[in-house]
């Protein structure tokens, strides 16, 4: 049974302690580059993102919840969000693996978006950066749902862009090499590299999308 250990943020099945998603990618140089940016920011962004995804995950159930003033402005268009498309979330911070791939993740949500069942992230950033949130999404999280999901296969990724004033944009983040890249990263990850991975990920890093 697969368990996540929040304190110190892994994935173990049984005794076998698998690489989240972040860390295959940051392993094989796939992540975005946070370069320069002070640790007391990034964890005021962690931060914001837990609660973040608390309080939208109650607004999925219906619920109406009282957000702190500084994420209240995110709140706000998460759900303008929701009440413009009509999204209907399905499955939320749901720890998933990947049996033959083995590594693990935590997708933000599934759910239906304009007819379509579409995977999305939840994004606060100054800037979505397209590259990395289509391996994470297309190339990581989509094979992990699809595997345990096959009478229901997700037909889009998509990155949630919430702004603080309230606002929001939607970002297509499918790209076809995604899950080749990423399988690639997870097999430099466990030591079996090749010039075939070598050349998808080298492919990847240089590609200007």
Request: net charge negative; with cysteine; glycine share 8%.
């Amino acid at each position: 049974m697969l368990q996540f250990h929040e304190s110190s943020h892994t994935y173990t099945h049984g005794d076998t302690k698998l690489p989240s998603v972040s860390e295959v990618m940051k392993f094989a140089g796939l992540g975005a580059n946070y370069a320069g940016i002070s640790g007391d920011v990034m964890e005021t962004a962690r931060s914001r993102g837990v609660r973040l995804d608390a309080i939208t995950e109650q607004i999925d159930m219906g619920l109406d919840p009282s957000p702190d003033p500084d994420i209240a402005g995110y709140v706000m268009a998460y759900e303008k969000f929701v009440n413009e498309t009509g999204f209907r979330a399905v499955a939320s911070q749901s720890p998933m693996w990947h049996p033959t791939r083995l590594y693990a993740g935590t997708p933000d949500r599934v759910g239906m978006l304009t007819g379509k069942l579409t995977m999305l992230d939840l994004k606060t950033t100054s800037m979505v950066h397209r590259k990395s949130c289509a391996i994470q999404l297309d190339g990581a999280y989509s094979p992990m749902w699809d595997y345990h999901s096959k009478d229901r296969w997700i037909e889009r990724n998509m990155v949630l862009h919430l702004k603080p004033e309230g606002k929001y944009t939607l970002v297509c983040v499918d790209h076809d090499l995604a899950q080749n890249v990423f399988l690639s990263a997870v097999e430099e990850f466990y030591g079996r590299q090749s010039g075939a991975t070598n050349s998808v990920l080298n492919y990847w890093k240089m590609l200007n999308w």
